[in-house]
């Protein structure tokens, strides 16, 4: 375990995801979403492989005891990825990172419905906490009754991002699913190639041929996604989840300048209000999981025979 090493992984992971999704945002007035998910997919996969053989580990991370599972948790997470996307051409950088995480909070909601975990008064109360934050962020994009078109698309953008949240939250159900057979590896490796087969079927909604600029920076992002995903891993390796999951909002501070310098983007004080209760919904959710996984941690402790 080394705590600061973790942080410093989760840190630069997140930089890299911002960054990624820069590069989305930067051609996503050209390129369909669709196409976008290809790439970003396609040129994850060799960094993916080059760490799996890197760790001696490439035989096992083709392996898989349940297939059916990989294609479910990548169709849904294929989803989340290109409502994401499409939401990053009609919303400013910041916003589409602050809709976001509603995923962690729904994640919450489906663990309950589908896998039968505990909710309780304390989670129930940060859940409702971070919807209440997400109502805030999406609120100046639901008056719909403008006459101006820009303001309709940027309220179809937040909606669809909002979605691109309840997938990533249903791939997170999926993923709990995967985790008691498949390792690590497995799950990336099988989630890469899904989404780059899953994304050639949008071929006939009208894909287009990139400039020599825009194949470069979609090319960038599937690099970045892959080393990001790497980086993201080796994080949890060093450090518990609790201790790393709350620098996931760091992002936000790099989305709001990127959005700035890149952009133009300056985020209203309705959706910096809306990020700061969707944020301490998430981190009272991460707090009380750290205190569930201490309390559990001791339970073993005694019930475990002394020698």
């Known amino acids: 375990m080394n ?3 973790g942080i410093l992984l989760k840190i630069l992971s997140v930089t890299i995801f911002v960054l990624m999704a820069t590069c989305i945002k930067a051609v996503a007035d050209h ?12 040129f994850a996969v060799p960094v993916i492989l080059v760490w799996l053989i890197w760790q001696h580990d490439l035989a096992h991370g083709l392996e898989t ?3 059916m599972g990989h294609f479910w948790r990548g169709l849904v997470g294929t989803t989340a990825m290109g409502l ?10 910041p916003e589409v ?9 729904l994640t ?5 419905m589908f896998l039968g975990e505990p909710v309780r008064i304390f989670r129930l109360s940060a859940v409702v906490l971070g919807l209440a934050g997400v109502v805030v962020i999406l609120s100046p994009r639901l008056t719909v009754l403008s006459i101006e078109s820009a303001d309709k698309m940027e309220a179809v953008g937040a909606l669809l991002m909002l979605m691109g949240a309840v997938f990533m939250a249903l791939a997170q159900v999926f993923l709990r699913r995967l985790v008691s057979t498949e390792s690590t590896a497995t799950i990336v490796f099988y989630v890469s190639i899904t989404a780059t087969v899953l994304s050639l079927f949008t071929i006939p909604f009208g894909w ?4 020599w600029q825009e194949a470069g920076l979609l090319i960038a992002a599937g690099l970045l996604g892959g080393v990001g995903q790497i980086l993201l891993t080796s994080s949890y390796r060093f450090a518990d989840t609790s201790v790393i ?7 936000i501070l790099l989305a709001v300048i990127i959005g700035y310098t890149v952009f133009g983007e300056v985020p209203t004080m309705t959706v910096i209000a809306g990020v700061f209760l969707v944020i301490c919904a998430g981190l009272l959710i991460i707090w009380r999981e750290h205190k569930l996984g201490l309390e559990r941690a001791k339970q073993r402790k005694v019930m475990t025979p002394q020698g």
């Not at 499409?86 to 400013?92: F, M, R, V």
């Not at 919450?108 to 309950?112: D, G």
């Not at 999951?245 to 992002?251: Q, R, V």
């Open 3 to 5: 705590p600061l090493r």
């Open 31 to 42: 390129v369909p979403p669709g196409e976008t998910v290809f790439f970003r997919s396609l």
């Open 65 to 67: 005891k349940n297939l």
């Open 84 to 93: 994401g996307f499409t939401a990053l051409g009609l919303l400013p950088l």
């Open 97 to 105: 990172t602050a809709l976001g995480y509603a995923a962690p909070v």
């Open 108 to 112: 919450v909601i489906f663990a309950a």
């Open 208 to 211: 287009v041929v990139p400039t």
């Open 245 to 251: 999951a709350p620098f996931e909002y760091t992002s």
